[in-house]
């Protein structure tokens, strides 16, 4: 099977296929040629811009400066000795694994796509797509995507870029004048590119946007009120603000909204007939799935539709696009293919492999297991090595709803998993079918998930202390206002205060000197620290709603309710 082993040539020298004596010499004529150490930049995979730098520190990079793999892929790399992938006797093993783990997982369904060569290998669905009417998850079953919509974010940039009526390494401002950051030289400097490879130095501040009715201009809007945790291109920060930005810039350079464009140069020309953008579009399929959540062993459905899924289901280019396992693995044909499919040419070849070209080095996750190395961000897609090959993949989540999409483009084989609840079985089923397509032993990867440190660390709940207020609860009452996440309210009832802030009202407690906490847990995180002026009155709110920054300050925006 294939065991073809590749290693992104980004690493270290110690990594590269050459003989020391070859490395050496070049080094030596690098550094007497430009007098600099500056070309060792792109091979010792700084974590800066991860591309050779020239004199000019800010000047793009060319087209496929990093080389990911060979400039052509042909299918002689499959495997040492071509041998294919004996489907035949892997699809039952497959199966039988996604069955048994969708009950140990509680999952109540999902759809598979896998693609080898050119050829949809599978197609199918698992599980119950509405569990309450006992309708059946299918190959047509729809699924919102989450952050896997990235890409299909920037396969859109790239066919305006392909067309000349934009550049990925151009500043933003060029096409969006209004597109300003808090850090004036990030404003001036800042190209598409940097917005979709997450090395702006913005951190998340995800409460921007998540739950909020901004519309992805006002959002672009308020950019500028959010604070850096980092310096511009210093680190990968992953940021869905500026993958808003960037559907944004879609519609503004292609004279057409981002959902359209998406639809009519991607999903159209691939024959994905079952996808969306909206959650309209999504309501009006005939098989779309619910998603749910677990309370305890208590499965419940997200009621359709929320005013929180109008919001996050679209148009959304950083996580609203819907679609089926069948239509998936147009998707993962056409970059197997590099940007053809059925003999029509979408992009370019090597404008698809920029793509797939590693970008920005990309910190490893806490725990992250030895066999996957090198990680990566590339242009909507994360990159590594796993198990010795070149994986591109991209998972995501967004309520209730998980996915995960992974391909080898050497060996030429991928998959899209979709779900319905929140979930890291669909990357779990990716990499078992990884295993055996590459003909490798299969991992215990739950055991492996299961032995990694929580990404966010939870706020146990502790008994409440007896805390005296020094000031009546009338005091900490009123409407606070930050000019990006927005405006929140306190109010009391004479014996408890709340919390209001978008559709949560959530009830508060003391802990502390005008400080109150949240009761709910998944808010326990988020301390309201009360600010007093010099005359003793309330004016501002302070809550850590970014950790990766100072607290955000919400100002007194009236007098107490």
Known sequence: MRRKRFCPPTDSL????????FVLISVLFSLVASLSVISLAATSASPIDCFPLSSDRDAPPPINSVRAFPAETPSSQRSPGGEKIDWSSLLPLIRQYIEANLKEFGVPGLAVAIVDQDKTIMAEGFGWRQVEKKLPVTARSRFVLGSTTKAFTTFALGLLVEEGKMSWDEPVRRYLPEFALRDDWATLRCT?????THRTGLPRHDL??????LSPEEIVGVLR?????RDFRAVFQYNNLMYITAGVLVSRVAGLPWEEFIEKRIFAPLNMKNSGCTLDEYLASPEYSYSYTKAGDKLEAIPFPSPQQKIMYGPRASGSVNSTAEDMAQWVRLHLNEGEVSGQRLMAAERIREMHTPQIVRPANPGEAPEIEHPSYGLGWMIDSYRGHYRVHHGGSTMGFSSFVVFFPQEKFGAAILSNLSSPLPTLIGNYISD?????????WKAKLASRPAATPS????PAKAVKLIRPLADYTGEFIHPAYGQLRTESDGEKIFLVFRQERIELEPSGWDVFRP???SWRRFPLHFLANNRGEMEAV??????????IIFERLSGKN
């Open 519 to 521: 009761k709910e847990a």
């Open 208 to 213: 921007v946007w998540s739950g909020a009715s």
């Open 14 to 21: 110690k990594h590269r296929p050459f003989p020391l004596s």
């Open 192 to 196: 598409p590119r940097d917005l979709v």
């Open 436 to 444: 055996l397509a590459l003909g490798l032993p299969p991992l215990d």
């Open 225 to 229: 009120f959010l604070e850096p945790s």
């Open 459 to 462: 706020v146990k709940p502790t």
């Open 542 to 551: 302070a809550i850590p709603l970014e950790p990766a920054v100072k607290d």
